[in-house]
T-cell receptor, first 115, second 112 residues
Framework: KQEVTQIPAALSVPEGENLVLNCSFT??????LQWFRQDPGKGLTSLLL?????REQTSGRLNASLDKSSGRSTLYIAASQPGDSATYLC??????????????FGKGTRLSVIA | DTAVSQTPKYLVTQMGNDKSIKCEQN?????MYWYKQDSKKFLKIMFS???????INETVPNRFSPKSPDKAHLNLHINSLELGDSAVYFC???????????FGSGTRLTVV
């Protein structure tokens, strides 16, 4: 059964720092991996989707990498801003040898960027 | 314009009542889902429907019954509500397999 772990659970950084959020998953036979952002009391906003055949995806100041064989992904945020404060969720779809499996989530990293 | 919309956004009700949450997507996706986010903010799959057919039914009390009248709608009916049912319920949709998910904004259910 697929399990997703995110480290750290919480992170506080000063504005302007570059930072890395980590995600690991137990079964490497995934279809894709998706990073989401959730603001307090709000829904999930998709940030980046990486297919199993891809190594990374970039959107603005965000870069997500995927090392499928080792079951790891990182989300890199450059030049952090207070508006980046939110919970970041990693989710994987798969394993791909089990049919139409649902997205499995980690417990998230709660990020605070201090002005 | 909303891709995945849920109603209501907030629902406060008494123990023992029956309530429904509605979800609609206008993305033309094949598959729809219900997720529950508990007090510790952990998101867990409850149900999945593909073209109106139930394909995933995790260990959820049978007081919860999903219904999909068509490919664009997936409703969640909950009977005999309990205090422990208080949570945020998210609807989502996707195409099959290698596509990403789109989530609704959630329904915050509070049972008193």
């Amino acid at each position: 059964k697929q399990e997703v772990t995110q480290i750290p659970a919480a992170l506080s950084v000063p504005e302007g720092e570059n930072l890395v959020l980590n995600c690991s998953f137990t079964d490497s036979a995934i279809y894709n991996l998706q990073w989401f952002r959730q603001d307090p009391g709000k829904g999930l906003t998709s940030l980046l989707l990486i297919q199993s055949s891809q190594r990374e995806q970039t959107s603005g100041r965000l870069n997500a990498s995927l090392d499928k064989s080792s079951g790891r992904s990182t989300l890199y945020i450059a030049a952090s801003q207070p508006g980046d404060s939110a919970t970041y969720l990693c989710a994987v779809r798969g394993p791909s040898n089990s049919g139409n499996t649902p997205l499995v989530f980690g417990k998230g990293t709660r990020l605070s960027v201090i002005a | 314009d909303t891709a995945v919309s849920q109603t209501p956004k907030y629902l406060v009700t008494q123990m023992g009542n029956d309530k429904s949450i509605k979800c609609e997507q206008n993305l033309g996706h094949d598959t729809m889902y219900w997720y529950k986010q508990d007090s510790k903010k952990f998101l867990k799959i409850m149900f999945s429907y593909n073209n109106k057919e139930l394909i995933i039914n995790e260990t959820v009390p049978n007081r919860f019954s999903p219904k999909s009248p068509d490919k664009a709608h997936l409703n969640l009916h909950i009977n005999s509500l309990e205090l422990g049912d208080s949570a945020v319920y998210f609807c989502a949709s996707s195409r099959q397999y290698s596509y990403g998910y789109t989530f609704g904004s959630g329904t915050r259910l509070t049972v008193v």
